[in-house]
């Protein structure tokens, strides 16, 4: 008897370790989801060992126009943690997370940088001193939205006409983005609140208008999509809070050195050199570093191009003498190739903007895409 | 002279007009007659159906080449005569009628093409990838689409008369000769290798549109098949080209521009045309009461 009794107490505390110990290990890891490869590799660098990171859209993959799988569905399910970029980048995730049924914090990295208004694609230039005057009159929208979210839209006509005084120069932004940043704690406390804020938001954008959501092109911005991720990872997981801050605060520093680098380098180009590429992805770069893109698709790859813009384009590259022109990883080639081929210029390589390429590529952290894209910049367009 | 500049002009500045117009030119030529039979044969949603069948085999094709757009549209033609064929062949030895067995095909097709994209796990949007775009039609493109159009010359030159008496007596024609069948989808084939060549062309499934369009409104002219065919090739060509200076004027999509203008061409000839047009048919017929 004792002998049996003696199994079975062995048995039953197997079985008690197992129980206990089985859902702590599952637990020690936070399970986030990313919605496309930029997203993911950022969560994964503010996350490091205690985040598991799924990347819905991988690498080489379009976010604008994914159509997600049931497989898909199950882990936004089982997410313990959801980031998406927002501002409508991603069209399709708002409905998934519903049919999901997951009750995980959705996190939009993109809510607290100030958007630019995505006009349309070739008025980009004549359109510059505008997108300033936007600029400042979005942060307020910003700002108005936390606080009574239900107004939002006849705050706008308000905001557009107090914008004159918002009509900061860019110096201002930095000191806006840090300031964003502290109002993005206050909100942490009751993360319930804030994934409210997530779902107003983008109904927000929705009736507004569209704003370019290819934020990412600027570090700065970046720099604003790493703190959410930190905020939002140490109020899932608050065990965790040092270590994510210091990850954050090491990611910050390389990407403060990336800005330096892209800035130096944009200043060594020749006076008036233009990017010319097949989609116009890269607004927020010329915002923050002063290059000019053009392009002639617009920011969403599924518009069709216009003999008109073509005819545009081939006549600057003519009048400006410009001496190559890019391909975009997502956008299929061959317009851009026969542009540069009737302007007589080469394709002097593969631009990533929307998406990493595979770990083993030329762009496979966002660093390195950042890197790749400027430095094969400089190397067709310089002297 | 402005009018000339405005007309003509944009295709002697760019090469890529010439080469747009060039391929929307020569993708009337073959589209247009087989849209006349296709309506002639009442198959004119055959069509669109017939441009999700090669989903699969342009995925297919995609597994085995990754983006190699040879392989790509290789493999969409086979799916597409493959369904084409499955489906002339239920239609003629089975009680099915040819909407519903093609409609059972296509979408088999589809399902499979949807599941082998998916099982890749691949996001990217492969009819994406087969569709070129009219303004970046280069020396393979125009090769693609210049022989597609000779080949459907070609053998609807030599299967004419037999088109055109199976669009008008089928029975008749099974009577007297065997050739109804292998007729039937030698014809389907042409559809899909002009499918395939005008999705390169317009890069959208609105190339269904410059096939079906013109045809439609070639009906409201002419109740002669040859005339149809004729009046279609013609209004097919002035689609392509007044699409394209409506692009370049007033920077429309290239692709839909072309469509849009094949649409407007047919709303009028809905009013207008001798054949039926809305207000013709409105007028008292005075010569009948005589």
Not at chain 1, 279 to 296: E, S, V, W
Request: proline residues 4%; glycine residues 10%.
């Amino acid at each position: 008897m004792l002998h049996r009794r003696n199994i079975i107490t062995l048995l039953a505390g197997t079985m008690l370790v197992g129980a206990s110990s089985f859902p702590a290990f599952a637990q020690e890891r936070v399970q986030a989801v990313a919605t496309f490869s930029i997203i993911g590799d950022l969560v994964g660098q503010v996350g490091g060992e205690r985040v598991d990171v799924t990347t819905l859209v991988g690498p080489d993959g379009d976010g604008h126009v994914y159509s997600p799988s049931p497989a898909d569905a199950r882990r936004l399910a089982e997410a313990g943690i959801i980031f998406k970029n927002g501002l409508l980048y991603e069209g399709w995730i708002d409905r998934l997370i519903a049919s999901s049924g997951t009750q995980a914090p959705v996190i939009a990295v993109a809510e607290n940088i100030d958007a630019i208004p995505d006009g349309g694609h070739a008025d980009d230039h004549d359109d510059h001193g505008h997108s300033h005057d936007d600029h400042g009159h979005d942060h307020d929208d910003h700002g108005h939205d936390h606080d009574d979210h239900g107004h939002s839209h006849d705050d706008h006509g308000h905001d557009h006409d107090d914008h004159g005084h918002d009509h900061d120069d860019h110096g201002h932004d930095h000191d806006d983005h840090g300031h964003s940043h502290d109002d993005h704690d206050h909100d942490d406390h009751d993360h319930d609140d804030h994934d409210h804020d997530d779902h107003g938001h983008d109904h927000h954008d929705h009736a507004h208008g569209e704003f370019d959501p290819h934020a990412w092109q600027d570090v700065g911005n970046v720099k604003v999509y790493v703190a959410s991720i930190r905020d939002a990872l140490i109020a899932h997981d608050p065990d965790g809070a040092d270590v994510y801050s210091a990850n954050a605060e090491a990611y910050i520093a390389e990407l403060a050195a990336l800005d330096a680098e892209i800035r130096a380098a944009v200043a060594g180009l020749p006076e008036g050199a233009l990017v010319i590429t097949s989609h116009d992805a890269f607004r927020y770069f010329t915002h923050a570093y002063g290059l000019a893109f053009d392009a002639p698709l617009g920011t969403s790859t599924e518009v069709e191009a216009t003999a008109r813009d073509v005819a545009r384009l081939i006549e600057t590259i003519r009048a400006n003498d410009i001496r190559a022109v890019f391909a975009e990883s997502l956008t299929d080639a061959r317009l851009i190739e026969q542009i540069a081929r009737e302007a007589d210029v080469p394709v002097a390589g593969t631009l990533y903007s929307d998406a990493l390429s595979p770990p083993d590529g030329p762009a496979g952290t966002y660093i390195d895409m950042m890197r790749h894209n400027i430095s094969l910049i400089s190397e067709g367009l310089g002297s | 002279m402005i009018v000339f500049d405005a007309l003509i002009g944009p295709f002697i500045q760019f090469d890529f007009m010439r080469r747009a117009l060039f391929g929307a030119l020569v993708l009337a030529l073959g589209a247009g007659p087989v849209g006349v039979f296709l309506m002639l044969r009442r198959m004119s949603l055959t069509g669109d159906a017939m441009a999700h069948a090669i989903l699969p085999g342009a995925a297919v094709g995609f597994l085995i080449a990754g983006l190699s757009l040879p392989a790509m549209t290789l493999g969409g033609l086979t799916a597409g005569i493959v369904v084409a064929v499955l489906s002339g062949l239920v239609t003629r030895y089975t009680v099915l009628k040819e909407d519903a067995s093609l409609a059972a095909f296509y979408l088999l097709s589809l399902a499979l093409g949807v599941t082998i994209v998916s099982l890749r796990g691949s996001s990217v949007d492969l009819m994406h990838v087969l569709f070129g775009s009219v303004l970046a039609l280069d020396d393979a493109a125009l090769i693609l689409i210049a022989g597609i159009a000779s080949v459907t010359l070609l053998i609807l030159a030599a299967t004419y008369r037999g088109l055109v008496m199976e669009c008008v007596d089928p029975v008749y024609l099974r009577s007297v000769a065997r050739i109804g069948t292998p007729l039937h989808l030698v014809f389907l084939g042409l559809v899909v290798l002009n499918l395939v060549g005008g999705f390169q062309a317009l890069g959208t499934l609105l190339a269904v549109g410059l096939m079906m369009l013109p045809a439609a409104t070639a009906r409201f002219w002419s109740a002669d098949v040859t005339m149809m065919v004729i009046i279609a090739v013609a209004t097919g060509m002035l689609s392509g080209m007044g699409g394209l200076l409506l692009s370049y004027h007033h920077g429309l999509p290239a692709g839909p521009a072309i469509i849009l203008v094949a649409g407007i061409a047919y709303l009028i000839s809905l009013f207008l045309g001798r054949e039926s047009g809305l207000i013709r048919a409105a007028l008292p017929r005075r010569h009948l009461e005589a």
